[in-house]
């Protein structure tokens, strides 16, 4: 193992963890704003076929976003599999907790990453 290799698979996963982290909060405020529309919609006094191109559009936009959360999942696993073949390190960027695992200590949930998300944007 070279350092070289190492410090870019160590770019490549700080890049990794901030992609995930991103398609999630990003998921999750789509999914929050999908939510939302019927009540917005009946608070307005709407009719219930007004707005449905809206609808479509948030529902289509929650289903692609948790497919290119898939898509991320899918390079997570081939990066980490690539790193293991050329020997390189373990490289946690982020939360490490898998399948089956309890969070690790101090994992900042779901919900906090959609109030930085938030934040972010005031």
Do not use: W
């Not at 929050?32 to 307005?44: D, F, Q, S, V, Y």
């Not at 948790?66 to 390189?88: I, K, P």
């Amino acid at each position: 193992m070279t350092i070289a290799r190492q410090t870019v698979g160590e770019r490549l996963a700080i890049r990794l963890h901030a992609a995930e982290t991103a398609i999630d909060a990003a998921l999750a405020e789509t999914a929050a704003l999908t939510a939302m529309m019927p009540t917005a919609r009946a608070e307005a006094y709407l009719s219930a076929v007004t707005g449905q191109r809206a609808f479509d559009g948030a529902a289509a936009s929650v289903s692609a976003l948790t497919q290119a959360r898939g898509h991320l999942v899918q390079t997570h696993n081939t990066l980490a599999a690539l790193g293991r073949r050329l020997g390189l390190e373990t490289i946690a960027a982020g939360p490490i907790d898998k399948p089956d695992q309890e969070p690790p200590f101090g994992a900042a949930p779901l919900s906090d990453l959609v109030a930085i998300s938030s934040q972010s944007r005031e």
